[in-house]
């Protein structure tokens, strides 16, 4: 009950705070074409889609979220629900996307190597990877209280990891990262140091 009607709710929530949604104003406007999102979620980035945008192909798992997200199909492109874990192989043609966009997303997916390397498989030669993320810290002190947190924040935050090196992820996967902007946001710092950027095919 928990997982499936009280978190997407909850996650909503805490996600329209007004510095993130002023991320999502800087960087979804930079997606252009055919776009993978990956965990559209309750579709707090439909608004922020500029008319570049042919398509949105939404990856998420959660019905609920879905149920929400269509409250919020304003955009004049079409949007298309991909029910299913990121982690998965996507139904989608190798090469076939000009841009991938990740908000908030990787912290939280089981194995995010796996669903980075889809990733990079559907995207275009000369696309973009587009992300805005919250991970591992650049200061000891907010390690080490990420560390001790993360067990208890996964349970409570639906698989939500806060040390994450995000950086590492996506260039392991085989992407170079083209810009790149770190920055804690306002709030605790655990729970905020932030990865914001774009990066290409290696």
């Known amino acids: 009950m928990y997982a499936k009607y009280v978190l997407p709710r909850v996650l909503d929530l805490a996600m329209r705070k007004k510095d993130l949604a002023g991320l999502r104003a800087i960087w979804v406007s930079q997606a252009r074409g055919e776009v993978l999102e990956l965990g559209l979620g309750s579709g707090l980035n439909l ?30 492109c079409a949007v298309e629900f991909l029910s ?8 989608l043609a190798e090469e076939s996307v000009d841009t991938v966009l990740s ?6 997916i089981p194995d995010a190597p796996r669903a980075l390397q889809q990733m990079r498989r559907v995207l275009k030669p000369g696309g ?42 996506i260039e392991d996967a085989g992407f ?17 140091y932030t990865y914001q950027g774009r990066a290409e095919k290696a």
Request: proline residues 10%; hydrophobic residues 35%.
């Open 128 to 169: 973009h990877f587009i992300f805005v993320e919250h991970g591992r810290a650049p200061d000891s002190s907010i390690v080490a209280w990420q560390n001790r947190l993360n067990p208890v924040w996964n349970r409570i935050g639906g698989g939500c990891n806060l040390n994450r090196k995000i950086v590492d992820l």
């Open 103 to 108: 908000t908030w997303t990787l912290c939280t």
């Open 176 to 192: 170079r990262i083209a810009e790149l902007k770190t920055e804690y946001l306002p709030g605790p710092r655990p729970l905020t």
């Open 47 to 76: 608004p922020f889609y500029s008319p570049g945008v042919r398509r949105i192909l939404g990856v998420e798992p959660s019905l609920e979220m879905q149920r929400i997200a269509k409250t919020r199909l304003k955009t004049d």
């Open 84 to 91: 299913q874990s990121a982690e998965d192989p996507l139904p």
